[in-house]
């Protein structure tokens, strides 16, 4: 079936899903900046995967086309904007929000209707405005946050075995298991600037992430075992990436440190050490940045 599909940013995610979508679908993506939009309608999207594929593309701010399933691949930094344009137009799109961390929970409009979450476990990098790199093959899951459907339905209809699609039941669920990933391994892989396999590689950064996924899964109230099992498979499975927050930390731009490790310190009804350490680390590094102050 040949759907039409919004996406909102052109960056990482949503060029690369904007890739494997649009060799089947409809695909419209709608971008920050004119000039990116216009360089994706004169050429379309290269993927390293896939290789071009066309889409349209247009400046986000006006009207929505009419789509049947709208995703919204922004950081959570830049997802204000986009909550009060999307607030506005008030449609009836199944609207599916993909950002790592769960802060976002906290900012979502009543207005917008039907909700679908969902993680993404792919890496990707945009290495310019029409270019994508697929640099870690995972899936997509994705789950009813306000909906009357579950999310089944989107995942039947997108799945495809080289881009698979999971539904899940439990949005929650879904959303700690992967803030556990990323709330130790982001913080840590960014403050040190390396590649994930060191939190396993690395004796003393290793015992250091143990320490942060303690402190997680008891606030989240889940076996540590089991956490500190997944977390060090993710880390080795995506051992020569760059996290998503190093990438922010190199590039001179904010991270979303308060939306994955800032939620488990506001969930949390004790102190947590070692999280309020490598917080305040990280604002200290985008802080440094803003100053001109790191060699
Ligand atoms: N990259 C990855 O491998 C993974 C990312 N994620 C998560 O997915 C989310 C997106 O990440 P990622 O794609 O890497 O981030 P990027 O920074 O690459 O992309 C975000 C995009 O959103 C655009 N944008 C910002 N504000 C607006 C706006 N108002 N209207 C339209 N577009 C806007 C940006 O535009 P501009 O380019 O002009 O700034 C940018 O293109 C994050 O929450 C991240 O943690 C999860 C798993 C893996
Ligand atoms: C899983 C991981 C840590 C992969 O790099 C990620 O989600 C990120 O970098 O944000």
């Known amino acids: 079936m040949l759907l039409n599909i919004g996406i909102i940013g052109g960056g990482s995610v949503g060029l690369l899903m904007a890739a494997y979508f649009g060799r089947k679908h409809e695909v419209h993506v709608y971008t920050k900046r004119s000039q990116q939009a216009g360089l994706l309608n004169e050429s379309g999207v290269y993927c390293d995967v896939l290789g071009q594929v066309n889409l349209r593309a247009h400046l986000f701010g006006g009207a929505l086309h009419k789509h049947d399933v709208l995703f919204v ?3 959570q930094q830049q997802l204000s904007t986009v909550l009060d344009l999307l607030e506005e137009l008030s449609c009836r799109i199944p609207v599916v929000f993909l950002q790592n961390g769960m802060g976002h929970l906290e900012l979502l409009p009543k207005k917008i209707y039907p909700v679908y979450l969902g993680v993404v476990e792919h890496g990707a990098k945009r290495a310019s405005d029409t270019k ?14 306000k909906a009357e459907q579950s999310a089944e339905w989107i995942a039947d ?10 539904a899940e039941g439990d949005y929650f669920n879904m959303l700690v298991s992967k803030l556990m990933v990323n709330t130790v391994i982001n913080p840590l892989t960014a403050i040190f600037r390396v590649q994930n396999k060191f939190i396993v590689k690395n004796t003393e950064l290793r015992s250091l992430a143990s320490k942060l996924c303690r402190e997680a899964s008891q606030v989240f109230q889940r076996s540590y075992e089991e956490e500190w099992e997944h977390v060090l498979r ?34 949390s009804v004790s102190e947590l050490p070692y999280h309020q350490f490598v917080v305040r680390s990280v604002h200290a590094l985008e802080q440094l940045d803003g100053e001109g102050g790191r060699v």
């Open 73 to 75: 691949t922004v950081k």
């Open 132 to 145: 994508v790199l697929h640099t870690g093959r995972g899936r997509v899951k994705v789950a009813a946050y």
């Open 157 to 166: 209809l997108l799945h495809e075995e080289d881009f698979p699609f999971q």
């Open 234 to 267: 993710v880390a080795e499975q995506t051992g020569d990436n760059y996290s998503s927050m190093l990438t922010d930390l190199s590039l001179q731009r904010k991270t979303e440190i308060d939306y994955i490790s800032g939620y488990v310190l506001k969930k």
